[in-house]
């Protein structure tokens, strides 16, 4: 399977790790408001990360996609395989804080947990 390197401008997320599957989607600006305007393409599974932490971060990626695909200008996105990362709340209790750090009103409109009984 072919390889491509996608070098970035901004240190990864710090979840992103080998294995993990990268897609992106074209963005347009519309109203001053970033959105996606296609439908996201699968890239294909991380094979290798280099330099994560810097603000030159390079993934090589086995693709299947046709042709070169070096030119990756989009917005650039990775998700896990959850059978490998599955997890939830653990312990007790929760203590949640929410936080607007913003300058106007924000309204929450829901709020969901996870809860089961662990034990007795």
Do not use: H
Request: glycine fraction near 6%; hydrophobic fraction near 35%.
């Amino acid at each position: 399977m072919p390889t491509i390197t996608l070098t970035f401008n901004k240190p990864l997320n710090v979840s992103c790790q080998v294995g993990d599957t990268a897609y992106t989607v074209p963005t347009t600006t519309t109203a001053g408001f970033t959105v996606n305007s296609y439908s996201v393409t699968e890239i294909g599974t991380i094979t290798r990360i280099q330099n994560a932490t810097s603000n030159s971060p390079i993934l090589t990626v086995d693709t299947s996609l046709p042709g070169t695909y070096n030119g990756i200008t989009n917005f650039v996105f990775f998700s896990k395989d959850n059978k490998a990362n599955l997890s939830s709340v653990l312990g007790y209790y929760a203590d949640v804080k929410f936080k607007n750090s913003s300058t106007s009103e924000a309204e929450i409109f829901s709020i969901g947990a996870d809860v089961f009984e662990s034990s007795k």
